[in-house]
Structure formats: structure tokens, C-alpha cells
């Protein structure tokens, strides 16, 4: 008769849904309430531009996400008091969010050099090519 040994079992969290992040109901009527008092996209009346805002940001991310897989309450709860902080919120067009806004937090340069390059040092065109190995036939 042979021993069994038990089964390794590697367990991975789960993402967290946007509900768990904090993007439920409540953040819901936040929000709509949030665009009606703020209707233009802030970034573009800044431009000289009147657009209207589909989005509501967290001017400093709050990374609640982070936060609770951190499992760290007080950073928790400094995160939840942050997302809530409604003087932590902006309204942005759908454009401004997914292309400035994300350039920002991620810190990268808008525009290019003299020579058409991109500025910000991460841009991939900026990155290093990677090796190339050169094999003979059959090898």
C-alpha cells in the first residue's frame, strides 16, 4: 500500500469586482450627483473648451484595490476616506480621463522632440530594441 502525499494547492485572490473596489451603488448616485453639480469636463474649460463630463475622478487615486489586498486597516481606511473625500473629485470628459489623466498618474511627458520623438523616457518607441539572435539552418 503506497502513502499519499496531500496536493500542493497554490490559492490565488480573486480581482476584486468594481463593487468590491468601491464602484457599487452607492458610488453610483455619488457620482451622478457629482456630474450634475459638475457638469464640464474640468480639464477642457481649463483649454478654453466647454465639454461635458462623463466621468468623475479621484483627483489622488485612492487605491483602495490595493489597499484591501494589503489587508492593512488603517491604510484601509485612510483609502476609504479618500475615495469619499468629495474634494477629491474632478469631472473630466471620457477623453480627457482615459488619455491626460492616465498620463499623469503614470508619469509620462506629453509631446514630442525636435526630431518627432516622444519626450517621456517610457514611451515605447523610446525603450531599447530587444536582442536579436541569429541562428544558421538547422540550429
Given at each position: 500500500m503506497c502513502r499519499q502525499r496531500p496536493l500542493a494547492v497554490t490559492v490565488k485572490a480573486r480581482p476584486l469586482t468594481a463593487a468590491g473596489k468601491g464602484y457599487g451603488y452607492r458610488w453610483q448616485k455619488a457620482r451622478a450627483d457629482h456630474?450634475?453639480?459638475n457638469p464640464l469636463c474640468v480639464f477642457c474649460q481649463r483649454a478654453g473648451r466647454l465639454v461635458p463630463a462623463s466621468v468623475v475622478d479621484h483627483i489622488t487615486p485612492p487605491r483602495l484595490g490595493d489597499?484591501?489586498?494589503?489587508?492593512?486597516?488603517?491604510?484601509?481606511?485612510?483609502?476609504?476616506?479618500?475615495?469619499?473625500?468629495?474634494?477629491n473629485w474632478q469631472s473630466l470628459c471620457k477623453i480627457c480621463h482615459d488619455s491626460t489623466k492616465q498620463r499623469m498618474?503614470?508619469?509620462?511627458?506629453?509631446?514630442?522632440?525636435?526630431?518627432g520623438l516622444p519626450i517621456d523616457p517610457n514611451h515605447h518607441w523610446n525603450?531599447?530594441?530587444p536582442a536579436v539572435t541569429?541562428?544558421?539552418?538547422?540550429?
Open positions: 456630474l450634475r453639480r489597499a484591501k489586498l494589503s489587508g492593512d486597516p488603517e491604510r484601509i481606511a485612510a483609502a476609504w476616506k479618500l475615495f469619499w473625500d468629495r474634494t498618474e503614470k508619469g509620462g511627458r506629453l509631446g514630442c522632440s525636435e526630431s525603450r531599447p530594441a541569429a541562428r544558421g539552418r538547422g540550429g
